[in-house]
């Protein structure tokens, strides 16, 4: 009878076939777990190698007048991740998210996020990204400086950057740039016509390029000399065209606007607290002002 059953419902299959089908299974399932281990295994390796990356957690926060302010350049994206995980789950400060290399998110997570945002999937398209992304915010910074020129003169300019610690080699070669700009202009028949410049478009670039180097760097795409490099960069251009943090503020939200028509209350509502709340990093890193006084 149990036999009679037992085909009923396997399908008319021997005992052997039987047999021969339940070690199939064990097989598979044997398969599997082995691959679930060593997938565990390799993650915990390359999550290991993340953090011995400038995202490590162990990793100081910058102090520089400096390079808080270039990392502060992309706060509107950091401040997101911030809220979004609970306290007890995150592994980095503050200080570390906003003006460093650090992240809320899991190092898997921003390895997805940068494939689907960014198309970068490794460090060579990483740094392909941010060496054509910081070209083209230089030369359009030095657009709009050479129709608003540089705020309170190329010599305040130059003094201010270098007193809060920007590299001398980055200011000269944004300088070189603008001039050889003007030079291009005088050159033309028309001296006198204005290049039109994206500005909105310009500090949305800012930020999100200024982001983009945090999350390469957390993720080990880049490491954190090489990360400064771009911000540096991005930093000089961001000085040279915008007078404060409420400038750049309102200037992003344009761009941010005309590039989203969706999806953006989460940025718009970081601009504000930045600009607004006394504990934020843009108000504990004052904007890189030519002829200011000293951070």
Known sequence: MADRLTRRYLGGMTS?????????LAVVVVCCVVIWGLSMILRRRRMVEFHKGPGNPDAPAPTTAWRRFTGALGAAYARPEWLRIPEAKRLHTADQIYYGYGSSLTPFAVVNVLRIDWGVRNS????????????VIAENAAAVVLQRGLPGGEPAFR???ARSGAPEDAVEAFLTRARDARDSRDAEAHPGQEVVVDIEGLAFDIARVANLVRWSGFVRYVEAEQGYDYLDGIGVAAAAVFSDW????????????????????????????LRS????????????????GSS
């Open 124 to 135: 060579q398209q990483a740094h392909e990204r941010l060496t054509e992304a910081q070209k």
């Open 159 to 161: 003094d201010r950057l």
């Open 277 to 292: 709340d006394p504990d934020s990093p843009w108000a504990r890193q004052p904007w890189i002002v030519a002829g200011s």
């Open 16 to 24: 052997v076939e039987i047999y021969v089908l339940i070690i199939l």
């Open 246 to 273: 409420d400038d750049f503020a309102d200037t992003y939200l344009g761009g941010l606007s005309s590039r989203f028509k969706g999806g953006s209350k989460q940025y718009s509502r970081a601009v504000e607290w």
